[in-house]
């Protein structure tokens, strides 16, 4: 079975940037896509962003040019960069994985992380 173990939330003011990490019990590579959704209070889960093993990344138009996400291989390890962070981006960001990107799309998740807490003061 597969663990995902996700790091690098916290509190940052609008503007700032931080990095989230998700950590996987075995190779990051079992999965076609591996990436980040997350949700806040009242409001629906939003799919933040994927990328496949092949290294393709798709991107939710809200956060397209100010986060990347990447793939350390030998880690097995995905991370995302978030950058001009906003406070709309306050949410909990959950690490998952997927079949492929399209099912990731979908919200069809095979694994969840634990949740990591992203807050973003104005």
């Known amino acids: 079975q597969v663990q995902l173990v996700e790091s690098g939330g916290g509190l940052v003011q609008a503007g700032g940037s931080l990095r989230l990490s998700c950590a996987a019990s075995?190779?990051?590579?079992?999965?076609?896509?591996m990436g980040w959704s997350r949700q806040a209070p009242g409001k629906q889960r939003e799919l933040v962003a994927s990328i496949t093993s092949a290294g393709s990344t798709n991107y939710a138009d809200s956060v397209k040019g100010r986060f990347t996400i990447s793939r350390d291989n030998a880690k097995n390890t995905v991370y995302l960069q978030m950058n001009s962070l906003k406070p709309e981006d306050t949410a909990v960001y959950y690490c998952?994985?997927?079949?492929?990107?399209?099912?990731?799309?979908?919200?069809?998740?095979?694994?969840w992380g634990q949740g990591t807490q992203v807050t973003v003061s104005s």
């Open positions: 075995t190779s990051s590579l079992s999965f076609d896509a």
């Open positions: 998952n994985t997927a079949r492929t990107a399209v099912h990731f799309k979908l919200g069809f998740y095979d694994l």
